[in-house]
């Protein structure tokens, strides 16, 4: 079988776990493997591009969310000399061919639908880059369902942190347990919200198998490890984005309809789980399909 190799994009950071672990790829090196099939996971900004169009071996790109939304916006939100110099070459013009050379894999449709606008076709495939067997039916129903969301500081408002400040007086059914931010501030007041902070990945995992829903409320995200791990443990995660057999909303209506149903979930969301652990990572590079 030949060696894939999978280079990981600087500004992507840690996930769950590896692409080696989770794949089977290896980690790219230009100088040695730019003749050989590679995964770019993640392209933000110009090193990521600059590294695709480097390569001369067959290449697959694996979005991961926000960075589409840099190639979108033509990097205006890189920061120090990347910003500048997406000033001076004056938008993503010039990226269209570097990305053609590529084939394409996303994780949603609203992902799908921006490259489109580029020329640009590609396949939907959620990832996951963690054990699926660590994530095992763990769901229990709950007259007073938790609800989890989980973001980063600085970007609270992006994940969501402000709206679910409101949401809990509307819902005071469910109880919200915010992760990721230092920002305590936004529990202040709220009988039902639970600032948890920034915790280790194996306390998050070990806490969240007792809640109901993973809350995913970005409006351009790929297939978020919330939603993922909330889905195996058999919950009944809600998004924003659309998504197989995932409770979506548009309004804050739907939502808070959807909120207040969570309650007469009595049953493991056993349908959606097969379906995700049957489809996460099935893409032609990963050689440890489950």
């Not at 639970?194 to 806490?207: D, I, L, M, Q, Y």
Request: net charge positive.
């Amino acid at each position: 079988m030949q060696t894939i190799y999978t280079r990981w994009a600087p500004s992507l950071g840690e996930l769950e776990g590896t692409h080696e672990d989770t794949w089977g790829t290896h980690k790219y090196i230009w100088k040695k493997h730019r003749k050989e099939p590679c995964v770019f996971f993640g392209l933000y900004d110009v090193r990521d591009y600059l590294a695709l169009w480097r390569h001369q071996g067959k290449a697959w790109i694996l979005w991961a969310g926000s960075d589409l939304e840099n190639l979108i916006q033509g990097f205006i939100f890189n920061n120090g000399k990347l910003k500048l110099l997406s000033k001076i070459l004056r938008g993503n013009w010039w990226l269209i061919n570097i990305l053609k050379k590529a084939e394409h894999y996303v994780e949603n449709q609203d992902e799908a639908d921006k490259l489109a606008k580029f020329g640009i076709q590609s396949k939907i495939i959620p990832s996951f880059l963690g054990d699926i067997k660590d994530f095992p039916i763990t769901y229990k129903p709950s007259d007073k369902p938790n609800v989890f969301i989980s973001g980063h500081s600085g970007r609270e408002e992006e994940y969501g942190f402000g709206f679910v400040a409101r949401l809990a007086d509307i819902v005071p059914e469910c109880v919200f347990h915010l992760y990721g931010s230092n920002e305590w501030g936004y529990a202040e007041g709220k009988k039902n919200i639970v600032f948890h902070g920034k915790v280790s990945r194996e306390t998050f995992n070990a806490e969240i198998q007792n809640y109901q829903c993973g809350l995913r409320l970005n409006k351009s995200d790929g297939f978020s490890e919330i939603t993922a791990k909330n889905i195996l443990n058999g919950g009944y995660p809600i998004t924003y984005l659309k998504y197989p057999m995932i409770d979506n909303f548009e309004t804050e209506e739907e939502l808070v309809r959807l909120l207040k149903e969570l309650k007469y979930k009595k049953e493991p969301n056993y349908q959606a789980r097969q379906f995700y652990y049957g489809t996460l990572n099935n893409f032609p590079w990963n050689t440890k399909k489950h």
